[in-house]
Nanobody
Framework: QVQLVESGGGLVQPGGSLRLSCEAS????????MNWYRQPPGKERELVAR??????????NYADSVKGRFTISRDNAKNTVYLQMNSLEPEDTAVYYC?????????????WGQGTQVTVSS
């Protein structure tokens, strides 16, 4: 059974930091590109950060709004992807979702976690 379980969300003051984790199970984690998306209240879901597989050299990409503040990383031994969020702003308030995408033997796979709430407020 495929599972993506996010953790680490919560309430933080502006300028603070949080580290989100997403633990995967039920599929070969190292073969999947991992993404963090977020959905602010009343808005569309947006891609925040991406990290590729070893075939893509583990390269990373970020939304312009989080560049220099957020860092995505992965630990294939622990089947876990992280999102370190620094210098948080009220505009970062959203539900954050972990997403895994992969193409295995010609078939596309796309998995989602249940989301974790991040609230930035004083």
């Amino acid at each position: 059974q495929v599972q993506l379980v996010e953790s680490g969300g919560g309430l933080v003051q502006p300028g603070g930091s949080l580290r989100l984790s997403c633990e995967a199970s039920g599929f070969t984690f190292s073969m999947y590109t991992m993404n963090w998306y977020r959905q602010p209240p009343g808005k569309e879901r947006e891609l925040v950060a991406r990290i590729t597989t070893f075939r893509g050299s583990g390269s990373t990409n970020y939304a312009d709004s989080v560049k220099g503040r957020f860092t995505i990383s992965r630990d294939n031994a622990k089947n876990t992807v992280y999102l370190q969020m620094n210098s948080l702003e009220p505009e970062d308030t959203a539900v954050y979702y972990c997403n895994a995408v992969g193409r295995i033997l010609g078939r596309d796979y796309d998995y989602w976690g249940q989301g974790t709430q991040v609230t930035v407020s004083s």
